[in-house]
């Protein structure tokens, strides 16, 4: 028996994978998906792909664009996707074979890698011209917090132009948290065990728990939406074998300890907040995410005494506090931060310990998203 265990055993491998430096995500997905029929698994991020996975003909391949790919003609890479347990009885990670040929195992249920991430004062503007750019499925993005914070979170404004079917798939994320807010117009989508396709309109919100599967199927003409997740960047899983609707319905099971949220503006209840100012309609998230989240869309009060309420200024001590505004012209004061009045469009991220007040001479409606859900009580 040899007892070197990295030249005598081998992991009960699922997959192996070859990761292919490419210039040109796009073209090398023409060439493999087009010309030479494989098929798509994944591809991230949403907003701008630089990296996918496609297989057929009993290959695996990863095609990686990014700034961290190898440079195109240097040797290759093999990623052997499998449990953990099994590479560890080999006593490493990676192996080099012949040629400079680079064997690496992953663990492909292995935790989610969460940056430290930062704090930051962050205002994008509607108005920023080049704001816009080309996703996945024909999607257009536009990224409101330009540096992701450290890389923890992505915030997108998305929208689709032309309304009819949507060009997506059974899909899923490796995250851990997204939401999805209806801005304009509406869009049909599924849910894994959520029964059948619905409709999401405007000021309608869902939560995308850890690993459940959907697929989005048809929007309107200009339908827009704002899309909250962390880490920023993710892995858009393809599921080839799933079909939706699921024929089980199951509204509270669980995935990765998060339960799914329709929330439906319509049959929405709105509630003072502690600013006298502003009242609020929760989305439920905050419950389903066991306090990880919030998810709020604040309202000036109709009341218009209390519009002359003096600002009173509150601070924060959350990882994260974001804004977009719906409606309307509010203003931003802080000392800390100066005075900004934002338009309808624009976002803006709050950091830890700084102080601000939120104020608005008319009508007015922000989406507002924190983390944890402690952050929002105010």
């Known amino acids: 028996m040899n007892d070197n265990p990295t030249q005598s055993v081998a992991p009960d491998m699922s997959v192996a994978q070859v990761v292919v ?151 899923h994320h490796r995250i851990r948290f997204q939401m999805i807010y209806c801005k304009a117009g509406w869009v049909r989508v599924v849910y894994e065990d959520q029964g059948p396709p619905f409709v999401m309109h405007a000021g309608d919100c869902v939560l995308q728990p850890p690993g459940i599967r959907h697929r989005v199927l048809e929007a309107s003409d200009g339908h827009e939406v704002i899309e909250i997740g962390c880490p920023a960047v993710h892995e858009t899983l393809r599921d080839h074998a799933m079909e939706l609707p699921t024929a089980q319905v199951r509204p509270g099971r669980l995935f990765g300890s998060q339960r799914f949220v329709r929330h439906v503006a319509a049959n929405a209840d709105w509630k003072s907040a502690h600013d006298a100012r502003w009242k609020f309609r929760d989305t439920g998230i905050a419950d389903a995410t066991n306090g990880l989240v919030s998810v709020r869309v604040l309202r000036t009060m109709d009341d218009s005494s209390a519009q002359r309420t003096k600002p009173n200024p509150t601070t924060h001590n959350g990882e994260f506090l974001f804004l977009f505004v719906l409606d309307g012209v509010p203003r931003l004061t802080s000392r800390a931060l100066g005075t900004h009045d934002l338009n309808p469009g624009d976002a803006c991220v709050i950091p830890a310990g700084a102080d601000y007040a939120l104020a608005a001479n008319a009508a007015c409606q922000i989406l507002e998203i924190a983390l944890p859900a402690a952050a929002a009580e105010r």
Request: with cysteine; aromatic share 6%.
């Open 21 to 171: 430096p490419c210039s040109d995500l796009d073209a090398s997905l023409a060439f493999f998906v087009d010309r030479l029929g494989f098929r798509l698994d994944m591809i991230m991020p949403a907003d701008a792909p630089r990296v996918a996975e496609v297989s057929g003909h009993g290959l695996s391949l990863r095609l990686d664009a990014s700034d961290d790919a190898p440079i195109p003609g240097t040797p290759i890479s093999l990623r052997l996707l499998c449990e953990s347990a099994r590479w560890q009885r080999l006593g490493t990670h990676a192996l080099h074979g012949p040629d400079g040929v680079r064997v690496e195992w992953i663990d492909r249920d292995a935790p989610i890698a969460l940056p430290d991430g930062t704090q930051a004062f962050v205002i994008s503007r509607a108005a920023e011209v080049g704001a816009w750019s080309d996703g996945r499925a024909g999607m257009h993005y536009r990224d409101l917090i330009p540096d992701r914070l450290g890389g923890r979170f992505i915030a997108s404004h998305i929208r689709i132009p032309d309304g009819g079917p949507v060009p997506d798939y059974v899909h």
